[in-house]
């Protein structure tokens, strides 16, 4: 019976690459904290009254806190987050498409997948939400 092709990992080897990634969990959190210290240490620290006010977006806060927004602003994110989504899935499927026997299925699906995106555009477009007013 011939030797099966399929490497084994020992294991030694199976913990050793959990350390590997530990070490770099350890070393990125020693770098966020010598940095935010190294910060804390040198920055100027003058507080006046101006700097402890309350703000939004560089604005002083004058008036009533509440403020009307528009719908639109609601629908351009939603828009965003959906172009957003579809990036995330197309360089998964890129990948999975390239490997041998996933060919014609992984393409089947994306193109489902890009006609439910195809169909909000035009919905969006439709509606004109596209326009900037």
């Not at 910060?39 to 101006?50: A, F, I, K, N």
């Not at 309350?54 to 528009?70: F, I, K, L, R, S």
């Not at 299925?105 to 509606?127: D, H, I, P, Q, R």
């Amino acid at each position: 019976m011939p030797e099966s092709t399929v490497p084994t990992i020992s294991a030694a080897g199976y913990f050793h690459t959990y350390s590997l990634v530990g070490l770099v969990a350890v070393v990125g959190v020693l770098f966020v904290t010598v940095a935010f210290t190294t910060g804390h240490l040198l920055r100027p620290m003058v507080p006046t009254r101006e700097k402890m006010l309350t703000y939004e977006c560089g604005v002083d806060p004058v008036g009533d806190g509440w403020a009307h927004t528009q719908i639109r602003y609601y629908v351009y994110s939603f828009l965003y987050v959906i172009f957003a989504v579809d990036a995330i899935y197309l360089f998964p499927w890129a990948t999975v498409f390239a490997a041998p026997g996933f060919g014609g299925s992984t393409l089947v699906e994306m193109f489902v997948f890009l006609g439910f995106l195809a169909v909000g555009l035009l919905y969006a477009w439709k509606k004109g939400v596209l326009e900037w007013a």
